[in-house]
């Protein structure tokens, strides 16, 4: 079985500041961790994702996450926050072993202040 | 990557009722999902849609309400039917794109469907 838990579904950062959404995973097989965008009134995007490759992954819009094995964690970072950047955050977990079906976490709505 | 539309974008649909939402992708795909996200919540997988098989149904979800077709690997189509409020959500297919199995899944814009 597997599951992700986002910690904090609101955050709020000032523009031009630290981005850091957490998560964490649970999975009993080597995981695939991917996290996704959702704007407002938009479907999902790939931000990034981890296959087991290198433990740090570089994503589109200047967004990074590390993967620590140690921690089972896959947080999403971004150094200087915009205002573009507002929107809602999930983290997904699924595995190489046959089901591919993503599990999402409960989502991280990002506000960025002026 | 994949182009995926969904049709219809939205609609709003009165209790009892049906709706069938498509989904198709610009290019064939073995594996293909759907979704629903219920208001302010996140993701929940309802069911695979196989090719040329019986979808497999997540757990709280069952054919006779969310049937499910899927003729080719390029096309499917869900069904919400005897609507009640509680359906009320967006609704989204998945695919997953790649050599062999693949990783990467993408999803389509999604159907945002209001129950009245």
């Known amino acids: 079985a597997q599951s992700v838990t986002q910690l904090g579904s609101h955050v709020s950062v000032s523009e031009g500041a630290l981005v850091l959404l957490r998560c964490n995973y649970s999975?009993?097989?080597?995981?695939?961790l991917f996290w996704y965008v959702q704007y407002p009134n938009q479907g999902l995007q790939l931000l990034l994702k981890?296959?087991?490759?290198?433990?740090l992954v570089k994503g589109i819009n200047g967004f990074e996450a590390e993967f620590k094995k140690s921690e089972t964690s896959f947080h999403l970072t971004k150094p200087s926050a915009h205002m573009s950047d507002a929107a809602e955050y999930f983290c997904?977990?699924?595995?190489?072993?046959?089901?591919?079906?993503?599990?999402f976490g409960s989502g991280t709505r990002l506000q960025v202040q002026p | 990557s994949a182009v995926i539309s969904q049709k219809p974008s939205r609609d709003i649909c009165q209790r009892g009722t049906s709706l069938t939402i498509q989904c198709q992708v610009d290019?064939?795909?073995?594996?293909m999902f759907w979704y629903r996200q219920q208001p302010g919540q996140s993701l929940t997988l309802i069911a695979t849609?196989?090719?040329?098989?019986?979808?497999?149904?997540e757990s709280g979800f069952v054919i006779d309400k969310f049937p499910i077709s899927r003729p080719n690997l390029t096309f499917s189509t869900l069904t919400v039917s005897n609507m009640s409020p509680e359906d009320s959500s967006i609704y989204l297919c998945?695919?997953?794109?790649?050599?062999?199995?693949?990783?990467?899944?993408?999803f389509g814009p999604g159907t945002r469907l209001t129950v009245t």
């Open positions: 981890y296959t087991s490759a290198a433990t």
């Open positions: 997904a977990v699924s595995s190489d072993t046959g089901r591919r079906a993503l599990t």
């Open positions: 999975s009993s097989v080597p995981p695939y």
């Open positions: 290019s064939q795909v073995t594996m």
């Open positions: 849609a196989n090719q040329g098989s019986e979808a497999t149904y």
């Open positions: 998945s695919v997953v794109v790649g050599p062999g199995q693949g990783v990467e899944q993408y």
